[in-house]
Each structure stands twice: as structure tokens, then as C-alpha cells.
């Protein structure tokens, strides 16, 4: 397969799984893993087509960004709120992610954790969506500030690769009993700060990130990221619509399958 293809396939893999409760992390890793690709020569590559996902939830949701940065400014109660909840969800993640950052990097370089936080990740979507009623959306401003710090210690999961920042956010916000449509948008955004974040440390940590030392040359980088991006747009409406009316076991069934797989797979190889 062209390096070009592979870029294409992989940017439209990131924006697919992104802001689905099925780990995006994951899936580049089981990916990179299956086509035989060495981990480290993609960093940079993976961090970048994150960006482009992310830049999707802000042209999505500007109306929301711009109406709120407006009104904190002017100091309006809900927009206090809001910007309140979105730092506070997202600090644990600061601070724990700086405290814990060579770990991490040294799972990220383990399918096998990968492929059994899939099936854990599922099992745990199921059994939440068996036992938390269906409860009223309140809108991200509405959630109190407890339930925002709470919510940012669940997001802290999502440092084991396969479990899906996205799910670790949803079901920590439906555990607290926080409807689905806002827990989903909850995660959208957080995910801003939390990415952006987390891209930072890494280029500060590497400085060949952006020095162009990669294997994949900027070509393929800027396909993934478009790529990733628009699909993205598609991907975060759909979703949100679809787990207003019917919930996640179809990707809690879907981690299970796809990390059985992947497990049998790495096993056997």
C-alpha cells in the first residue's frame, strides 16, 4: 500500500473513532501493529490528525465557542459556568498526564493493552447502559461544578490506550447522571483543551516532531489531517443524534468484538 493511501486511510480511521466511545489511540496503534509499521516514525503523524479531528469540534460547535467566550467576557452566569466546567474537567488530565507521561508512552507502544482495554471498555458500556436510566440533558453549563471535576478524573483513563477518551468521559458523566446528549457534548468539549494539551507536551518533549525527522513526510501528514477532519464533521452530529435515541451498546458490542479479535490476533503472532 502507497504511503499516500496509508496517510488517506489512517486520517479517515482518526476521524471516525475520535469522538466515538472505541478509542481512536487504539485503533492507529492495532493498525500500525497490523500493517507491520514502526510506532515511533508515526508520531508525528498521529498527533497532527488528532489536530484536524479536533479542529472539527470547534467549526462544529463555534456558535457555542464564540457565544460563550462572549459572554464570559461580559461575565454572564452560564457562559461563567461553562468556561468553569470545561477548566475543571480538564484539569486532572493536566496534572496527572504531566505526572504519569513516561508510562503512557510506554503503553502506547503495547497492542496487547490495547486490545484488552477494548474489551473491558465494552463490557463497562454495557453494564452502565443495563443500570443508568435515561436522564434530562441540562446543557454542559448546567452540570455542577463536583460533576465537571468528576467527569476530568474519569477523562484520566483514557491514559491506558484502547479505553477511549471519549467513553471515559461519556460514562464517568453518565454515572453521574448526566444526560447522554450533554455527556457526549461534554466530551467533544473537553477534548479541545485536553488534545491541544496534549500535542503541546509532546512537540515540547521532541522537538524532531516538527523539525521534519519524521518518516512521513508533511505530504501525507496534511492528507491525514484533512482527511480526519472532514470526516469528523460527519462523524460528531451522527453521533450525537444517534445516542439521543438509542445509546452505546452497539459500540460497547462493537470494542468487544474488534479487541477479542485483536487479542486472538497478537496471540497467535
Known amino acids: 500500500m502507497s504511503l499516500t493511501l496509508t496517510a488517506i486511510l489512517l486520517g479517515i480511521l482518526e476521524g471516525l473513532t475520535e469522538f466515538l466511545p472505541v478509542s481512536s489511540t487504539g485503533h ?23 489536530l484536524g479531528a479536533i479542529l472539527a469540534v470547534v467549526v462544529t460547535y463555534w456558535k457555542t465557542f464564540w457565544t460563550m467566550g462572549m459572554g464570559f467576557l461580559r461575565l454572564e452566569p452560564e457562559a461563567l459556568r461553562f ?6 474537567g480538564f484539569l486532572p488530565a493536566a496534572v496527572i498526564g504531566l505526572l504519569a507521561k513516561d508510562a503512557i508512552d510506554v503503553m502506547l507502544g503495547t497492542p496487547m493493552i490495547v486490545a484488552v482495554a477494548l474489551v473491558i471498555g465494552g463490557i463497562a458500556i454495557l453494564a452502565l447502559e443495563k443500570t443508568i436510566p435515561v436522564r434530562e440533558d441540562v446543557g454542559v453549563a448546567g452540570l455542577s461544578w463536583k460533576t465537571a471535576i468528576a467527569v476530568g478524573f474519569a477523562q484520566c483513563l483514557a491514559m491506558i490506550p484502547g479505553t477511549s477518551r471519549s467513553a471515559a468521559t461519556i460514562l464517568g458523566a453518565l454515572a453521574m447522571g448526566v444526560g447522554r446528549k450533554t455527556a457526549a ?10 488534545m491541544l494539551g496534549a500535542a503541546t507536551v509532546k512537540i515540547l518533549d521532541e522537538p524532531a516532531l516538527l523539525a521534519g525527522e519524521a518518516a512521513v513526510g508533511w505530504g501525507e501528514i ?4 484533512f482527511s480526519a477532519f472532514l470526516v469528523a464533521l460527519v462523524v460528531i452530529r451522527a453521533f450525537v443524534a444517534y445516542v439521543s435515541r438509542h445509546g452505546f451498546a452497539p459500540f460497547a458490542w462493537y470494542r468487544i468484538v474488534l479487541g477479542a479479535g485483536a487479542i486472538a490476533w497478537l496471540a497467535l503472532g
Not at 457534548?185 to 485536553?194: G, K, R
Not at 496534511?222 to 489531517?225: D, K
Request: charged content about 10%.
Open 28 to 50: 492507529l496503534i492495532l493498525a500500525q501493529a497490523f500493517f507491520g509499521y514502526d510506532p515511533a516514525q508515526w508520531r508525528q503523524f498521529n498527533i497532527v490528525i488528532q
Open 83 to 88: 468556561v468553569r466546567n470545561i477548566l475543571l
Open 185 to 194: 457534548e461534554f466530551s467533544f468539549f473537553l477534548a479541545v483543551p485536553t
Open 222 to 225: 496534511a492528507l491525514g489531517f
